[in-house]
């Protein structure tokens, strides 16, 4: 059974940092692009920032660009999204996910919640 766990969500000040952490289980961690989706009761669930699997080659979307970094430790299983300067638009649910687009699995966490207020 494949589960990706969340962690490191909360609430910060502009201007702060956190990191989230998602534990993979059940599946071949390698092979799977990792990304971090994040979704507000005001917006559809958006892109945040994926590493592939194997290079580990990153895209960010735009508005995180220069303040985000996504990476991955494959021997541990485990994607981390680095969000720095947050901003009050940064506030939603961050989820992970992983993908193997060439056999069409994908697979979600429940997510964590990052709430930046002041």
């Known amino acids: 059974q494949v589960q990706l766990v969340e962690s490191g969500g909360g609430l910060v000040q502009p201007g702060g940092s956190l990191r989230l952490s998602c534990v993979a289980s059940?599946?071949?961690?390698?092979?799977?692009?990792m990304s971090w989706y994040r979704q507000s009761p005001e917006k559809e669930r958006e892109l945040v920032a994926r590493?592939?699997?194997?290079?580990?080659?990153?895209i960010y979307a735009d508005s995180v660009e220069d303040r985000f970094t996504i990476s991955r430790d494959n021997a541990k299983n485990t994607v981390f999204l680095q969000m720095n300067s947050l901003k009050p638009e940064d506030t939603a649910r961050y989820f992970c996910?992983?993908?193997?687009?060439?056999?069409?699995?994908?697979?979600w966490g429940q997510g964590t919640q990052v709430t930046v207020s002041s």
């Open positions: 996910n992983a993908e193997w687009g060439s056999v069409g699995l994908t697979f």
């Open positions: 590493i592939s699997g194997a290079v580990g080659r990153t």
């Open positions: 059940g599946l071949t961690f390698s092979k799977y692009a």
